[in-house]
């Protein structure tokens, strides 16, 4: 049974900047394509960057060039660094595969972005 743990949210104020984890609880990273996806209150959960096994990445539009997805397959986790927050970034943060398993899911992190 694979378990994802995200940890590392918080309060932060705009402008900030946040470090997410992933941890798995099996050796699920040497397989699969990884994402951190996020979902805001009243809104669906949306990816918001992807890393491939090789270590290629992607990020949705609105967080490019703020936010960067790492992994270390040894450790089996997966990062977020998240730098100069803005408020739309307020939602609860998910890993999961990509494409994602739906049984995956974990509890996910809560990041707010406020003052």
């Known amino acids: 049974q694979v378990q994802l743990v995200e940890s590392g949210g918080g309060l932060v104020q705009p402008g900030g900047s946040l470090r997410l984890s992933c941890a798995a609880s099996?050796?699920?990273?040497?397989?699969?394509?990884m994402g951190w996806y996020r979902q805001a209150p009243g809104k669906q959960r949306e990816l918001v960057a992807g890393i491939t096994r090789g270590g290629s990445t992607n990020y949705a539009d609105s967080v490019k060039g703020r936010f960067t997805i790492s992994r270390d397959n040894a450790q089996n986790t997966v990062y977020l660094q998240m730098n100069s927050l803005k408020p739309e970034d307020t939602a609860v943060y998910y890993c999961?595969?990509?494409?994602?398993?739906?049984?995956?899911w974990g509890q996910g992190t809560q990041v707010t972005v406020s003052s």
């Open positions: 999961n595969t990509l494409p994602l398993i739906p049984t995956y």
């Open positions: 099996g050796n699920i990273f040497s397989f699969y394509d």
